[in-house]
């Protein structure tokens, strides 16, 4: 009867550090520093600049990345199982070509949509099945079918550009939604980010990724088809792919081989920095639309300073490499933390 | 001391392999040279290889990341960094001499190699993510140190971009360097501790580690090595190309990578030797330089290089596969 309080005061104490433990738990998320870093971003070029905290120059920023943006959702689902894919930027060039050449044959915008999407869906799954069924590493894979994607745009376009479109084509890349000045671009992105979101962490198909990306052979023996689902995810990037030519090509009304260059890394780089692990299994899509926001923001306030892009190029590959190695030591020091609380 | 069973196969298969690329190179060559006898004429032999041998020196480098189990995205931006300092400092003093250059290239790579190591090995970051930050890093400071500007052909040395062409028992500077850089290179992987210590690892990183082998210390070494050989390459190409341009070498390491695969190097590492990385550079080369013979646009050339990565890639994977169900038989029976 006596120790009752003292196991009351005990259990109190358990409460507290455990809340404390949470809140640290909590707190050293790669995706809440990202959040704070976005709005370390914000803060920062509000105070430079007052420019960046206009409504209407937030909006118009999102011409910029919302395509990369886009095209990181598919690549989670690639990443999460432990693949890659590099010929991203390449299947793009390919469906601009082919839309730039079917515009020029006077093809409508229906018919550029369909046939964009099908290039795409159709190089995806080239990559898809490659990989799967003589179980070549994606990395490979795709650094082939980069050079052979981007080579049939080069070699069936030369130095050549296609700048002929349908009359209202400019509308996906260019025009804003009716009376707001939010572009159209903008919110299909964010329409896409949480149809992926609830993918990844609300279907049966999200919890497979993330199974398959912890062990593809517990995976595989626990009666998950591997190969179909990540012939499904290279296949999804493809046809994503083929959307956001349609969104570039609109945008800019302009098709040359060398369009998208080096996207690839750019938006494996978006991934990776919005905490998706590159050996797969771990990651979500908040936190790549944060780091998307991040890396946008940042151009774009960069931008406003006239700081070079150079020194943005400097703050993204040290920002990818920080997001990496920050998770490993806060995991080291919570190791410590529960190490010295034990003993 | 004897070779040991898993030695004699090693050898076994890589020569295998580098037969393979050798009569395939024949088998390249016949028809080209029948179309177009000029092909084989000792001036265009030369030309080609000229033009092949600073991929040769960032391919070997690419090699012993791959043979690890990692990649190297950022030899692009270390020859770009390092061909940047070789040419502003010719700028600054002409009278440098073209070696103390490629030395002072040579040493700066080495320097930007050790980094990548170091977070790789220290900071457990995947390979291709620490290259994939350093591309960037690296890249934007060539931007920072040259300022954005380039240096140009007449404000470059005349002995230094002269350096490479120079030619020694009719043989260019340039060619002798790559040649030696692949001799040494190949003396360091076949029969030296530590080359053979990096094939262990990516063979088997858990049991090279039981057998002692530092797994830190050879992942270091192989990006110290590859940087090494990329500032070399800088030193080199800013000489060839008698310029130092901000852009330079961009996406280099896609034709880096493309020369091991063809060479028959392992993407799960362990496995290659130089001398078919060597071979497998030659072999883009040819078919790069061919493609005018068969009267293709160079517009295609693109797309014939990943084609024949993509048939490289499948051919290497299928061998593969049926060594290892013959191992498994073999071991059943």
Redesign the interface.
């Given at each position: 009867m006596e120790k009752q309080p003292d196991l009351v005061a005990k259990s109190r104490l358990i409460d507290e550090m455990s809340f404390k433990n949470r809140f640290i738990e909590f707190i050293t998320q790669w995706e809440v520093i990202l959040l704070f870093i976005a709005v370390g971003v914000f803060v920062f070029f509000n105070a430079k600049s007052r420019y960046f905290l206009d409504w209407f120059n937030l909006m118009n920023a999102t011409f910029q990345f919302s395509e990369k943006a886009i095209m990181a959702l598919p690549m989670i689902f690639i990443i999460m199982c432990g693949d890659i894919d590099i010929s991203i930027a390449s299947i793009i060039a390919l469906c601009a070509y082919v839309v730039g050449q079917a515009a020029l044959g006077g093809a409508s915008i229906p018919t550029l949509i369909v046939l964009s999407l099908l290039v795409g869906t159709l190089a995806g799954l080239f990559n898809g099945v490659m990989i799967t069924t003589l179980e070549m590493p994606a990395i490979a894979v795709t650094l082939a079918t980069q050079s052979i994607y981007r080579g049939i745009s080069i070699g069936l376009l030369g130095d050549q550009a296609r700048t002929k479109f349908p009359a209202n084509f400019g509308v996906f890349g260019q025009q804003f939604v009716p009376g707001t000045i939010i572009p159209i671009e903008f919110v299909l992105y964010l329409i896409l980010m949480l149809l992926f979101a609830f993918i990844l962490h609300k279907t049966t198909y999200g919890r497979r990724l993330y199974a398959i990306g912890n062990s593809p052979e517990a995976a595989r023996f626990s009666g998950i088809n591997v190969k179909a689902i990540r012939i499904i995810n290279f296949t999804l990037t493809g046809f994503f792919c083929g959307l956001t030519a349609i969104l570039l090509a609109s945008r800019i009304l302009s098709v040359r081989s060398n369009i998208a260059t080096g996207w690839d890394l750019e938006i494996i780089t978006l991934v990776v920095l919005g905490g998706v692990a590159i050996t797969g299994g771990k990651g979500s899509v908040f936190g790549v639309f944060v780091g998307s926001l991040v890396v946008g923001y940042l151009k774009f306030g960069m931008g406003l300073l006239k700081l070079s892009g150079t020194l943005m190029t400097i703050v993204i590959g040290s920002l990818l490499i920080t997001a990496v190695l920050l998770p490993r030591l806060l995991d080291l020091y919570k190791a410590n933390r529960k190490l010295r609380m034990q003993a | 001391m004897a070779d040991t069973p898993f030695k004699t196969m090693v050898r076994r298969t890589m020569a295998r392999r580098e037969l393979t690329l050798m009569v395939l190179l024949a088998v390249l060559l016949i028809p080209i040279s029948i179309r177009s006898p000029l092909f084989l004429a000792p001036s265009n032999v030369n030309r080609i290889l000229n033009d092949m041998a600073i991929l040769a020196i960032v391919a070997i480098g690419e090699f012993f990341v791959i043979l690890s189990g990692g990649?190297d995205?950022s030899v692009g931006s270390v020859i770009a960094f390092t061909g940047m300092v070789c040419g502003m400092i010719n700028e600054a003093h002409p009278a440098t001499s073209p070696l103390l250059l490629l030395l002072i290239g040579l040493s700066v790579g080495a320097v930007l190699g050790l980094f990548n190591g170091v977070?790789v090995a220290y900071?457990?970051?995947?390979p291709?993510?620490?290259t994939?930050?350093?591309?960037?890093?690296y890249?934007?400071?060539t931007?920072?140190l040259s300022g954005?500007s380039w240096v140009t052909a007449h404000e470059l040395a005349p002995a230094y971009i002269a350096f490479p062409r120079k030619t020694f028992l009719g043989i260019s500077y340039l060619l002798w360097i790559a040649l030696a850089a692949i001799a040494l290179m190949y003396y360091f992987s076949q029969h030296t501790r530590t080359g053979r210590e990096v094939y262990a690892i990516g063979g088997n990183p858990t049991a090279a580690k039981f057998v002692g082998v530092n797994e830190n210390k050879v992942r270091v070494i192989v990006f110290l090595v590859s940087g090494t050989l990329c500032g070399l390459a800088g030193g080199l190409w800013t000489a060839r190309y008698a310029s130092a341009v901000n852009e330079m070498a961009?996406g280099f390491e896609?034709q880096a990578?493309?020369a091991c695969?063809l060479g028959g190097v392992n993407?799960?590492g362990g496995a290659g030797g130089i001398i078919g990385v060597a071979l497998g550079t030659l072999f883009l080369g040819v078919v790069t330089n061919a493609l005018p013979v068969v009267y293709l646009?160079v517009?295609?050339?693109?797309?014939?290089?990943?084609?024949i990565?993509?048939i490289a890639?499948?051919l290497n994977?299928?061998s593969d596969?049926r060594k290892h169900k013959r191992m498994l038989a073999e071991r059943r029976a």
């Open positions: - | 990649i995205l977070l900071g457990k970051i995947p291709i993510i620490t994939l930050g350093t591309v960037n890093i890249r934007g400071m931007f920072l954005g961009t896609m990578v493309a695969v993407f799960a646009s517009f295609w050339q693109t797309f014939v290089q990943g084609l990565i993509l890639l499948a994977t299928i596969q």
